[in-house]
């Protein structure tokens, strides 16, 4: 029993989450390097090199450098077993990233030193905030020109509305940047290049070393003795529980390319983070040292290998210990079930385990059975975790095969990247699967499915673009969708669920239909 409750206290799940191009994955794989999970990093940029991310598994990201789908790595640091939700940056990728969160304890807030909150860490960290869970910023980019600092942490409390407080402090930025400087343990880490590629090694000085002044020149000196003095007096107070209830950021300075201050962040990010918390269910709070298993599944992925056509739920696992073989009951199918071949991944690599804990994320296959969401748990103690909610698409196309004899191929390749959350598909009411409206959150996933469909599924598709906006989910109480007073140019449809949505060209037609309709009510999201 102790050292059950010991497997879950070491245990750290968190998702990183930034802008594009912001050096999320680079700071992942650094992640990566601290833990002995990987040999070398490979720059997702470099074009010279055939290295690619090993969060990047797609070919579709390998073709583009960005990170499309979300990615799930384990490894071992300092006696911490830690699952890394590695989230899509790009823009058009926000729903999957919306459902990983889900996934997460805490989160990790990558910001460009030179461009500071940007639209999409906006989207991202509202998310967070939802949820109430811890947010950490590691401002990179600082071996480049970056903005003030001062500016950089007004930036995130007036953009954001949350209070920051920087455990360490930049030394300098681009050509001239010489290190941080740790506040609590009044030292200071300076960097020197080693030669082997961008890599740079660390050099402690206690802040009352006479060398530091040599180390620093003069105007950086002077400058870190006056923004000490400042950082001291006008600063708040560093307060822990703030942090855990998402009211309070760490700021961290630093450079993932080079190095500069990713392993002090790590290991302070360890320290002030929680082991796995409790999650809520139709019959309460889920402890997650409680013995009886629980999880819910949060993301499905078909086709990761190619060669096996296979199918993976990744599930989170909320309480007690998996052990390989355990039968569980899967309370949406309303029957009991094996989870088979237990994986946890590397990216694209995954290794079949044997047992895993509360705040592990394992993936396993699946027959066709399971959908986001959807909860398993011992068979003695039946409950339902809350929903992962469904976000309103924003862009529409009417898709169908270009040759018919490929309808079964078409209809099992959209339905299942429909199942993945890749996309959200909408039909006719009482309407056939021949041809269907697919919506998405970002242009880029109308690539991702062309892509999919035609290297997974062998179906090439014609596409044509749609005008809607806007979809919302109908409801209200005696609401006939056959019979609603709605504008000419608003279209009728459901989802794969059978619920019923109205597609709108504008937010006038929107306020029409609600204004013509007593007890109609329209929601931006479906649980």
């Not at 942490?153 to 001239?176: A, C, F, Q």
Request: with cysteine; charged share 25%.
């Amino acid at each position: 029993m102790a050292q059950f409750t010991k497997e879950i206290e070491n245990r750290r799940t968190f998702a990183i989450i930034s802008h594009p191009d912001a050096g999320k994955t680079t700071l992942t794989e650094k992640f990566l390097l601290y833990g002995g999970a990987i040999a070398s990093a490979g720059m997702v940029k470099g074009k010279k090199s055939m290295k690619h991310a090993v969060s990047d598994w797609m070919e579709i990201e390998k073709q583009r450098g960005i990170s499309v789908t979300s990615s799930v790595l384990q490894f071992e640091y300092d006696g911490y077993c830690i699952n890394i939700l590695d989230t899509p940056g790009h823009e058009d990728f926000s729903e999957d990233t919306y459902r990983t969160l889900m996934a997460a304890d805490s989160a990790v807030m990558v910001i460009d030193a030179s461009k500071g909150v940007e639209k999409q860490t906006i989207k991202l960290f509202k998310v967070c905030m939802m949820r109430d869970i811890p947010v950490f910023t590691f401002i990179n980019k600082m071996d480049r020109e970056a903005r003030d600092p001062y500016e950089l942490m007004t930036d995130i409390e007036n953009v954001l509305g949350i209070r920051t407080y920087p455990i360490n402090w930049p030394i300098g930025s681009g050509k001239s940047f010489k290190g941080v400087y740790e506040r609590d343990q009044e030292r200071v880490l300076s960097f020197t290049y080693n030669g082997i590629g961008h890599e740079a090694d660390a050099e402690i000085t206690a802040m009352d070393d006479p060398k530091l002044r040599d180390i620093l020149g003069d105007e950086l000196y002077n400058n870190l003795m006056d923004d000490r003095e400042l950082l001291d007096g006008a600063g708040g107070d560093f307060d822990l529980d703030l942090v855990r209830h998402g009211k309070l950021s760490p700021v961290f300075f630093g450079s993932a390319l080079t190095n500069f201050g990713v392993e002090p962040f790590l290991e302070n990010f360890l320290k002030m983070t929680t082991s796995p918390l409790p999650r809520q269910s139709d019959a309460g709070e889920v402890d997650p040292f409680s013995e009886d298993f629980s999880a819910f599944v949060f993301k499905i992925q078909a086709n990761m290998n190619k060669a096996h056509r296979d199918r993976i739920a990744f599930m989170r696992i909320c309480s007690g210990k998996y052990e390989k073989g355990q039968e569980v009951y899967h309370v949406q199918g309303g029957r009991k079930v094996k989870l088979s071949q237990p994986q946890q991944m590397m990216a694209g690599d995954s290794e079949i385990v044997d047992e895993a804990f509360a705040g592990d994320i394992i993936g396993v296959f699946d027959p066709g059975v399971f959908s986001i969401g959807d909860t398993v748990c011992a068979s003695s103690k039946r409950f339902q975790f809350e929903g992962i909610p469904t976000f309103a698409p924003e862009h529409f196309c009417l898709v169908r095969q270009k040759d018919t004899m490929k309808r079964k191929q078409f209809v099992k390749g959209t339905s299942q990247l429909a199942q993945e959350g890749a996309i959200q598909i909408f039909q006719e009411i009482d309407g056939g699967m021949e041809e269907v409206i697919v919506g998405v959150v970002g242009t880029l996933q109308f690539d991702v499915l062309e892509h999919r469909l035609k290297n997974e599924y062998g179906v090439d598709i014609i596409m044509e673009r749609l005008p809607y906006q806007y979809i919302r989910w109908v409801s209200g109480e005696n609401v006939d969708i056959k019979t609603l007073d709605i504008s000419s140019d608003t279209k009728r449809v459901q989802d794969l669920k059978g619920n019923y949505l109205l597609l709108f060209t504008n937010s006038w037609n929107i306020q029409w239909a609600l204004d013509h309709n007593d007890g109609l009510e329209l929601q931006e999201f479906s649980r």
